[in-house]
């Protein structure tokens, strides 16, 4: 079997490597005890959710009069971080999806833990809808089943029932999708396992995965099969959260841009975000080799192409707005009255984060540097933030009828529920860096021979 | 006359793969290869058929589609229609377009749940079901080929120790 691959191709496993190594290498975080900075970590994210959890239940308890809403702006840090999150969640999918399609063989180092990072993600975004309805005990009133009232159905013209299709949708079939893609690690985390608890619960988790030959046949093609139904899902989930405003007619809100720029939006936060988690990750789970300047190059590619997507539906919006010239679309925003209004710094905030600090990854140099990608990672997180917050709260600031106008102030309600939900983020992260294989090793080691560094060498040595 | 099943353990992907070509070339019938990840060929070259798992998905699909046309035809349009937001639905036709998205997001639920059950059920792949590979290794860095014979053991043997198998044992 032949496995050339061109050797201006940069390796993407480096050093000398045998399949042994990559499974020792995957395998230590998880034999290895935790250290101090894990436990640091780990107890702030708890306290952080923890701190989520109390404000989540004042909420309940009370009601969602403790948030910041108002009679105006009955939408605001809710809905931003229940965008947010979902957005972030986009790129595992992708990036498992998307990439096999395409036979991105970069992908391998880094999917386990982007897919990781999505099913966490959506968890976070689907808490912000149920707790937003005020009363939770009725949040199955969304299930299209005769409901406590009688026989009064779902209303399926609302895209807000979409969302719950939808998003319910790209949930589980992200989580079955990772799931199969780990019984072969879990089965080889079993089999070295020492200590007898561990081996059980990698035996229960690995689902007596063996390898037979006809069993890795379907896996890959299940594989296939299901990167080819989720790429489709990916665009249909933030199509449709972005439907819920694109359906209303609220100036700002009633865009037909919206569905492929939320998109686009939602790949370019999610890439942000795996790429703040990788970053740190190869450093403290020693993955150095397995995740390379080459990948981080990569990902920084696709969030410039899709931050330029971004970039130019704002050009795009900005422009109609004023184009239109209805008084209506100057407050929407992108707008000359959103530049220079009460929310100007919002408004900034996401031109200086998603449009103009992404632009420094044109040069090589900064693409390539790790500390830069980090701190960009960063900057996009908080800018995409800054977008759903600017889509929700300026639009809806200044409405048809001047009397109503105002502003939104946070209480510490939602402040508390949004740190929480970063805290439970990392929490779920956290624990899964110390107890998954990390990598998908078993596709590392069918591209070793290929894209291998030593194996790179060795082919190019034979060829002189 | 009774078979015998050999296990030979290989440590290398290339060299498994021409042992089972020429195996297949000499007759003898494999039973099972337990690896550690996809060898690409090998499939072919064991004289595996082609999965038909990507065809059930297909008919899932459908059958989400056509679940998720009857539930909202029927919650929508048949037993309790109503007017929402001077959108009235008394008829499949008028209300359609919004039933797009769910029936398309029903049929990927439907294609991609029932194809991972599908393939776990055949593959017999479920919580608290034991491993079946004969060797811990073959999840980390060895290849193991049962290959049985009625004829002489022993030619066997001697033909996998020649094509680069590091071990060779008889199956209990």
Same mark, same amino acid.
């Given at each position: 079997m032949s496995h050339y691959e061109a050797p201006i191709r940069e390796p993407l496993i480096i050093g000398n490597k045998s399949y042994h190594d990559i499974t020792v290498d995957v395998a230590a975080p998880v034999e290895g005890k935790a250290n101090k900075k894990w436990w640091i970590a780990f107890t702030i994210a708890l306290l952080a959710f923890l701190y989520g959890i109390g404000a989540i239940i004042y909420t309940i308890g009370t009601g969602i009069g403790v948030w910041g809403l108002n009679n105006r702006i009955n939408w605001a840090w809710d809905i931003t971080n229940f965008v947010w999150w979902v957005g972030i969640g986009h790129a595992g999918t992708l990036i498992s999806a998307v990439l096999l399609l395409f036979r991105q063989k970069w992908r391998m180092g880094i999917n386990r833990s982007a897919e990781a990072m999505t099913i966490f993600a959506v968890f976070q975004a689907g808490l912000f809808p149920i707790i937003h309805m005020g009363r939770v005990w009725n949040a199955? $009133?969304? @299930?299209?089943?005769?409901?406590?009232? +009688?026989? %009064?159905?779902v209303n399926f013209n609302s895209p807000l029932l979409w969302d719950v299709f939808a998003i319910s949708t790209y949930l589980s079939v992200s989580l079955v999708f990772w799931y199969t893609g780990l019984l072969p690690d879990f089965a080889m985390l079993r089999d070295r396992a020492v200590r007898?608890?561990?081996?059980?619960? $990698?035996? @229960?988790?690995?689902?007596?995965?063996? +390898?037979? %030959?006809?069993?890795?046949?379907?896996?890959?093609?299940?594989?296939?099969?299901?990167?080819?139904?989720?790429?489709?899902?990916?665009?249909?989930?933030?199509?449709?959260?972005?439907?819920?405003?694109?359906?209303?007619?609220?100036?700002?809100?009633?865009?037909?841009?919206?569905?492929?720029?939320?998109v686009a939006g939602a790949i370019f936060s999610g890439f942000a975000m795996v790429q703040t988690l990788l970053l740190i990750m190869r450093k403290v789970s020693n993955l150095e080799a397995y995740i390379t300047k080459v990948h981080i190059e990569n990902m920084n590619k696709v969030i410039l192409l899709t931050g330029g997507i971004v970039s130019v539906a704002y050009i795009t919006e900005f422009f109609i707005g004023w184009y239109s010239g209805s008084s209506y679309e100057d407050y929407t925003y992108l707008s000359v009255g959103a530049a220079t209004g009460p929310y100007w710094w919002a408004f900034w905030a996401l031109i200086t984060c998603n449009?103009?600090?992404?632009?420094?990854?044109?040069?090589?140099?900064?693409?390539?540097?790790?500390?830069?990608?980090?701190f960009i990672s960063i900057v996009i997180n908080i800018g995409m933030w800054f977008e759903r917050f600017d889509i929700i709260v300026i639009d809806l600031s200044r409405g048809h009828l001047p009397s109503s106008w105002t502003m939104f102030s946070p209480t510490f309600v939602d402040v508390a529920i949004f740190i929480g939900t970063i805290g439970f983020f990392f929490v779920l992260f956290l624990l899964y860096a110390r107890t998954f294989p990390v990598i998908a090793q078993a596709e590392l080691k069918s591209i070793l021979k290929s894209s291998g560094e030593n194996y790179k060498k060795l082919r190019g040595d034979n060829h002189e | 006359m009774s078979s015998t099943t050999i296990q030979a353990i290989f440590d290398d992907d290339d060299v498994l793969l021409s042992a089972v070509k020429d195996l297949k070339a000499a007759n003898y019938r494999i039973e099972e290869i337990f690896t550690p990840f996809p060898v690409h060929g090998l499939d072919k070259a064991a004289g595996l058929k082609n999965t038909r798992i990507a065809i059930t998905s297909f008919i899932y699909g459908l059958i989400g589609l056509g679940f998720a046309t009857w539930m909202?035809?029927?919650?929508?349009?048949?037993?309790?229609?109503?007017?929402?937001?001077?959108?009235p639905s008394f008829s499949f036709a008028e209300n359609s377009p919004a039933f797009i998205p769910i029936m398309f997001e029903l049929t990927v639920f439907f294609a991609a749940h029932l194809m991972v059950i599908t393939f776990y059920m055949r593959s017999k792949l479920w919580p608290f079901k034991k491993a079946e590979n004969p060797d811990v290794r073959t999840t980390d860095d060895h290849f193991l080929l049962e290959v049985s014979t009625v004829n002489d053991v022993k030619t066997l043997?001697?033909?996998?120790?020649?094509?680069g198998a590091k071990e060779i044992k008889t199956k209990a």
């Open positions: 199955f $009133y969304v @299930l299209p089943i005769p409901n406590a009232l +009688g026989s %009064l159905w007898p608890f561990q081996k059980k619960i $990698y035996s @229960l988790l690995s689902f007596g995965w063996s +390898g037979r %030959l006809k069993d890795w046949q379907r896996f890959e093609e299940v594989s296939l099969v299901l990167a080819g139904l989720a790429t489709p899902l990916v665009l249909s989930v933030h199509t449709i959260v972005s439907m819920d405003f694109a359906t209303s007619v609220i100036p700002g809100w009633h865009s037909t841009i919206f569905p492929p720029y939320f449009f103009i600090f992404p632009q420094t990854l044109w040069f090589k140099k900064l693409r390539t540097n790790f500390v830069w990608s980090f | 909202m035809n029927f919650m929508m349009v048949a037993d309790w229609p109503q007017n929402i937001g001077g959108k043997e001697n033909l996998l120790k020649d094509m």
